[in-house]
């Protein structure tokens, strides 16, 4: 399992973050970076799951 | 004149809906037509489902920010020699609203607001000593509304001591000065006055790492920012930064006095801390904002015309069932929380990292020194309500 962030979207909401922290940043601007390039650890699967149904903007993408 | 029909005439002061908002909004939600339309204080549409709120926060060219208070300005209000300094970026739309967001944003980021952590812990302990031993406190007056203030003024580099001042000045905006011109012109020029002097003065001594001396430093395409601009992000980081987080403080008080079960929940397990602040800012969503129509537009079988104000209902977006199970529940480990307390789109409140930080640093403090407590006389606690609604007097024992 992947994630993406679709940058136009994001608005730097840190509910990512806040639901997965080990997945999800800040940039400088507060919007969201994710920190972990290509497949997830399988334990951070269900966070990351948590982390795109938390996105008020929708702006995450999880590729399975 | 008492509200007969809240689908048609809505009153957003009305006593009973600032107590208790959320029945009429699900009376309204639930109806044939869940965006209801009242003739009151200027005139306003009401959308009370998730998505139409949303949607209206996202379309940010036909929903503008030129006014954004749930009442209607006064017709041709003197503004006096401030008449240019508005509150960006929440006042202002695209093009602008970018750089006027951009400048301010690096202050607000989670890894930014996290030097404020000590100082607010400290804080929350000095308030609470001073009524920790007289086994009764007004969790609202004595707590809640004195820490966002002093946060505030320590960001922008001013004094502690006029946190009394300052808070007064902003419930005269968003307060008392929602249905009441005069105080508002009058709360507003006293915001501007003041900071007008603060720019004088750091233009005269620039300080290091201070907000004000930074923004007036500032460029955008090679050219200094107009001081209007420094003006105005002042003012907002007042009026938006006080009422806002000190309802939320509060409120969050007032529903853990209630909640045993809740305060055993946090104290067991404090892991869950982060969750339960969003599900707290969900159920107690204090901002109400408003838009301009900017043109004439069918908004989900709405007739809305260019000048029409349309609130943007966050408590009531984050009370739908469509989108929350169980939404009048307070559910500390709630999986899914799409909430919207801070907004959406171009507009998500700036300030947001900090406003979580303060509301858990608050909640941890107190239920560390006070883990027990219940409120003195449900009946006595007082709310304020239409743009920023949260209790002003909550007495509690323990
Ligand atoms: C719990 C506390 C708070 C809540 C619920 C809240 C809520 C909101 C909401 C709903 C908006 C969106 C306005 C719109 O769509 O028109 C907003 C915008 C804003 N808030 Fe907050 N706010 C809080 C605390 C703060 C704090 C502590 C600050 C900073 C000092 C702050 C600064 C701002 C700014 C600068 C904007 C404008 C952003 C823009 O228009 O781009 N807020 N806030
Ligand atoms: S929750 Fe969504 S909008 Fe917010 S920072 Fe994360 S990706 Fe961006």
């Not at chain 1, 730097?12 to 920190?35: K, R, T, W």
């Not at chain 2, 009429?24 to 003739?39: D, F, L, M």
């Not at chain 2, 086994?135 to 002093?150: C, N, S, T």
């Not at chain 2, 500390?332 to 919207?340: F, G, P, S, Y």
Request: hydrophobic share 40%.
């Amino acid at each position: 399992m992947k994630v993406r962030v679709n940058d136009g979207a994001c608005h730097g909401h840190q509910m990512c973050a806040i639901a997965a922290p080990e997945v999800f940043g800040s940039d400088d601007y507060g919007n969201a970076v994710v920190l972990i390039e290509g497949d997830l650890p399988a334990d951070l699967e269900a966070k990351a799951r948590r982390a795109e149904g938390n996105c008020p903007e929708r702006a995450i993408t999880i590729e399975e | 004149m008492s509200v007969t029909d809240p689908l048609t005439d809505y009153d957003i002061f009305d006593r009973d809906y600032v107590l208790d908002p959320f029945p009429v909004q699900e009376a309204i939600r639930e109806s044939g037509c869940p965006i209801a339309h009242t003739e009151r204080w200027g005139g306003s549409w009401l959308p009370t489902r998730y998505e139409d709120v949303v949607a209206l926060a996202q379309e940010y060219e036909t929903f503008t920010s030129r006014q954004i208070l749930v009442t209607a300005p006064p017709p041709q209000q003197a503004e006096g020699a401030y008449a240019g300094v508005a509150a960006p970026p929440i006042s202002s739309d695209p093009p602008e609203h970018h750089w006027h967001r951009r400048l301010i944003l690096p202050f607000f980021a989670p890894q930014a607001v996290a030097k404020y952590e000590e100082g607010t812990r400290d804080l929350c302990n000095q308030l609470i000593d001073r009524f920790v031993e007289s086994g009764e406190g007004d969790a609202a007056a004595d707590y809640a509304q004195q820490i966002p203030v002093r946060v505030i003024a320590t960001m922008l580099g001013v004094p502690t001591d006029l946190s009394d001042t300052f808070t007064g000045w902003v419930r005269g905006v968003l307060e008392a000065g929602l249905t009441d011109p005069k105080i508002r012109l009058e709360s507003r020029m006293k915001i501007l006055d003041y900071f007008k002097e603060q720019i004088e003065d750091r233009k005269a001594n620039p300080r290091e790492n201070d907000l004000i001396t930074t923004l007036l430093n500032s460029e955008v395409d090679g050219q200094k920012v107009p001081e209007e601009y420094v003006h105005g992000v002042c003012n907002l980081m007042l009026v938006a930064g006080v009422d806002t987080t000190w309802s939320a403080i509060g409120a969050s008080l007032w529903h853990l006095a209630q909640h045993p079960e809740h305060r055993r929940q946090l104290r067991e397990n404090p892991d869950l801390w982060p969750m339960a602040i969003e599900e707290l800012l969900r159920a107690y969503a204090p901002v109400t904002m408003a838009r301009l129509v900017d043109h004439d537009v069918e908004f989900q079988g709405c007739p809305m015309k260019a000048g029409d104000r349309v609130l943007m209902a966050f408590p009531a977006a984050n009370r739908d069932p469509r989108q929350f199970e169980n939404p009048d529940e307070v559910i500390l480990d709630r999986e899914h929380n799409r909430h919207v307390a801070f907004g959406a789109g171009i507009h998500r409140c700036a300030g947001s990292n900090l406003a979580r930080l303060e509301l858990r640093v608050a909640l941890q403090t107190w239920l560390a020194r006070i883990p027990e407590f219940e409120l003195v006389d449900p009946e006595s606690v007082t709310w304020a309500g239409g743009q920023v609604r949260g209790p002003r007097i909550c007495k509690v024992r323990f």
